[in-house]
């Protein structure tokens, strides 16, 4: 006698697609991974062609009452951002200086703050070269960049 075929649930989903998605999501997972601690190096997506129309490079320092100085590099007079006042600049400047205390890079490189000539406004740590793209973040936000931009020039 032969022994009885085994009887298959109908409901049950094949597992070869399951074992392709887990693969596939682990693949990107490790992708990520990669890219983010720096093992592959992706190449910048391609600017396009604009001139700076105006830059301006800038320290900030932190004031024991919560404020923040931006010391300009070249001519100009400090500017003020009070305690509660231009959270995003402080933010932003607080993540761009622990990013370079993480690297073991002191305060002395200044920041550039650059609008180009197609409208676009980025902060780039000349340290690190890391650059930001301030636009991304919001129109009243942008605006505060702008205004630092003009403010305290000499």
Known sequence: MTAPAPIRDPHAMPQAPLFAAAGLALACVLGVG???SGL???PAPAERAAAAAQSRDVRFVDLDDGGVRVVPAGAGRDV???PGEGAF???LARTL???RQMRGLGPETPFRLTRWSDGRLTMTDLATGKTL???GF??????AFV???SAGAA
Not at 138 to 143: S, Y
Request: proline letters at 0%; glycine letters at 8%.
């Open 138 to 143: 919001g129109a009243d936000n942008r605006q």
């Open 133 to 135: 793209a301030v636009d």
């Open 40 to 42: 592959i190096d992706l």
């Open 34 to 36: 990669a890219v983010s």
């Open 147 to 149: 205004d630092l931009l």
């Open 80 to 82: 003020i951002i009070a």
């Open 89 to 91: 600049i402080r933010g």
């Open 97 to 99: 200086t622990r990013d």
